[in-house]
């Protein structure tokens, strides 16, 4: 299979999954730069993923349906209104042809958000970025903590297909947080000149992530003493709320 990344809006990523000819669609900000890479490259979409229902993942479907009628279009409920026909739901599998995706529940920045799994490829919307998580406007910090321990129980070559060109504004934030942390600093020069370059940093692996976002490093010893925490044991949902405030205030 192959992955193919169309940069959309501002800073947004629409993804295709390919295999021979077919295609899975993922996200679709919009549907002109869709459709412009399905007929450059003879694509024929099998189905539409969406993660959630906010319009910057959604507005393109009506216009890809407008050419491809017929196309299926997976998404958990909230996403009905934006132009889903299959609702799914955690532990769900969609098979469509070669495609199997497992849908995992991934809650916090909508209540209903999901990610679709076909290893090694991990579409998370707005939940995982690279450096970073998304912003919680409709869970809690409790069901974006867990979201996020769902992603990390997966295997180290999972690659993360986040939705949005955010990492190295998320390794300045981390940077600044521990600015000691050499591995984090040598990652925001060579992202740095990848996008000097106008060149994309994801997607990134988990086994990357592990080291490079703090949101995966709440147990890290020497990163809850730059937070201030210095209670044996502390929660690590607590270390993720303190970390994801910070963000939102920097």
């Known amino acids: 299979m192959e992955l193919i990344r169309i940069p959309a809006l501002n800073d947004n990523y629409i993804w295709l999954l ?54 299926p279009v997976f998404g958990p409920q909230e996403t009905r209104v934006k132009g889903a026909t299959e609702q799914v739901n955690e532990g769900d599998l969609v098979v469509i042809d070669d495609f199997k995706f497992q849908v995992i529940g991934l809650p916090g920045h909508t209540l209903g958000h999901v990610g679709f799994y076909q290893a090694p490829y991990l579409f998370c919307g707005d939940t995982l970025f690279s450096a970073g998580c998304g912003r919680i406007f409709e869970g809690t910090p409790e069901q974006m903590y867990q979201s996020i321990q769902k992603i990390a129980a997966l295997p180290d070559e999972t690659l993360i297909c986040c939705a949005h060109e955010y990492t190295l504004s998320n390794l300045q934030f981390a940077h600044h947080i521990w600015p000691e942390n050499e591995i984090i600093t040598n990652y925001s020069e060579k992202v740095r000149t990848l996008r000097s370059n106008q060149q994309a940093s994801v997607p990134s692996t988990l086994k990357t992530e592990r080291n490079i976002n703090i949101f995966l490093q709440c147990d890290n010893p020497k990163l809850q003493q730059k937070l201030n925490i210095n209670v044996t044991n502390p929660s690590l949902r607590a270390v993720f709320t303190l970390l994801r405030q910070l963000k939102d205030e920097y």
């Open 18 to 71: 390919t295999n021979n000819q077919q295609c899975i669609i993922v996200d679709p900000a919009e549907s002109e730069a869709v459709l412009a890479i399905l007929t450059a490259n003879h694509l024929t979409p099998v189905a539409i993923l969406l993660t959630h229902h906010h319009n910057d993942h959604t507005q393109g479907v009506k216009g890809i349906i407008a050419q491809y009628p017929k196309l």
